[in-house]
């Protein structure tokens, strides 16, 4: 079984930063494209950002991209969020789950999710 446990939400004014940290443990990560998604309150989960075995490979949402950074330490089984010049609209709970089908950005190819982590980016 895989287990994925965000961290490093918060609270954080416009402008602001936030690095978040997913953990996973199982033996399927370093082969694995590791994914984040958010998803506000009433509204459907969203794809934020991907990066496929290596790392070398990333994509983003057009909503992100140039201000979030997807990496990952296979070393560590971890995937990181760097989230930059955030706004009031990226405030959400962050997700990050697992796939093998890089280039997907959707729901239905993801599993394994782990819990979430809140953000909330204040005007």
């Known amino acids: 079984q895989v287990q994925l446990v965000e961290s490093g939400g918060g609270l954080v004014q416009a402008g602001g930063s936030l690095r978040l940290s997913c953990a996973v443990s199982g033996r399927t990560f370093s082969t694995a494209v590791m994914g984040w998604f958010r998803q506000v309150p009433g509204k459907e989960r969203e794809f934020v950002a991907a990066i496929n075995w290596s790392g070398v490979s990333t994509y983003y949402a057009s909503s992100v991209k140039g201000r979030f950074t997807i990496s990952r330490d296979n070393a560590k089984n971890t995937v990181y969020l760097q989230m930059n010049s955030l706004k009031p609209e990226d405030t959400a709970v962050y997700y990050c789950?697992?796939?093998?089908?890089?280039?997907?950005?959707?729901?239905?190819?993801?599993?394994?999710w782990g819990q979430g982590t809140q953000v909330t980016v204040s005007s």
């Open positions: 789950a697992t796939t093998f089908r890089y280039g997907s950005s959707s729901i239905a190819d993801f599993g394994s």
